[in-house]
């Protein structure tokens, strides 16, 4: 795996000139032509790439994740993710799509409060296949957002750095909004998802796959759902207000209560059968959860 470290060398790699600032630049997509290089096979960025494109004539890998480059409006990486393309053919001989990449390296953003908030949007997290989809009203404000950017690059000068922070933080904060908007807007398709996950937590506990695994993972629950573990928890979150960690806690307790109140399993078979290694801390997610012990809420019943 090839790491890229600086601007100047991906913009050779897209057979385009050195970019004027060295920490920060826009590329139009109908400029790029890919070399032919393995590099594409799978590689590093050390920076960010926020890119609004459309009809990209590639294929790629984010991570675990492929997508087409198409397929959602706007999409985001962030510094040292694998990624892998795949260009179609003849891509080296025409347009490889249109719209606009920006490239931001981290350093472009020290002593600025924007580096620590960038940390917290969580479409850089995204699986591209997740991409924000805007209205042509919101695609436009992005679009001269890119345009300004690309004109205050030709100004290198003490002020160019401020002007193009302030409007990175608008993009930034359009695009948290676009974010946000999407799981009300698909509220339908992310209601689905959530139907998912309760049912993966159900078979998990039904068919004792936690005596051999442990307890459900976040990580593997949303590789079954082919979606981010940041999604699925930023989901999880506007819909249901629990993160999928609270969810898993949610099903688990749901469980136990049905063990407790149907079997004659005693406590540490019950927090066996549900992936705890000692009772001990199956009894203290129960009471914090429920304000009683599992054996008080047995109790109750008889």
Not at 19 to 38: A, C, G, T
Request: some cysteine; charged content about 20%.
């Amino acid at each position: 795996m090839q790491t890229i470290n600086s601007i100047s060398q991906f913009h050779r790699l897209l057979s385009l000139p050195d970019p004027l600032h060295p920490l920060v630049s826009v590329v139009h997509v109908e400029d790029i032509r890919p070399v032919k290089n393995v590099v594409w096979e799978g590689f590093f960025l050390n920076f960010y790439t926020i890119s609004l494109k459309r009809n990209v004539q590639a294929k790629g890998k984010y991570g675990q994740s492929y997508y087409d480059f198409d397929k959602g409006v706007m999409s985001f990486t962030a510094p040292r993710q694998l990624q892998s393309h795949v260009m179609l053919a003849d891509v080296q001989q025409k347009e490889l799509g249109t719209g606009y990449v920006l490239l931001l390296h981290p350093d472009f953003l020290l002593q600025n409060p924007l580096a620590y908030k960038i940390l917290t949007f969580g479409y850089f997290d995204y699986s591209i296949n997740e991409a924000l989809h805007l209205s042509v009203r919101e695609e436009q404000d992005i679009l001269h957002l890119f345009r300004k950017i690309e004109q205050e690059c030709e100004h290198i000068d003490t002020v160019m750095q401020e002007i193009v922070l302030s409007q990175i933080d608008l993009i930034l904060n359009y695009c948290n909004r676009f974010y946000q908007r999407q799981f009300i807007t698909r509220k339908l398709v992310n209601s689905d998802l959530l139907s998912r996950l309760d049912q993966l937590l159900s078979n998990y506990f039904d068919e004792n796959k936690a005596i051999h695994n442990g307890l459900p993972v976040v990580k593997d629950l949303a590789e079954q759902l082919q979606v981010s573990q940041r999604y699925l928890s930023d989901m999880a979150r506007i819909l249901t207000g629990q993160n999928t960690q609270q969810l898993i806690h949610g099903k688990l307790i749901e469980k136990a209560k049905e063990r407790l109140i149907t079997t004659n399993l005693s406590v540490s078979e019950i927090a066996y059968e549900l992936g705890f290694e000692h009772s001990q801390s199956f009894n203290k997610l129960f009471k914090n959860k429920t304000n009683v012990t599992p054996l008080e809420f047995r109790s109750s019943f008889n």
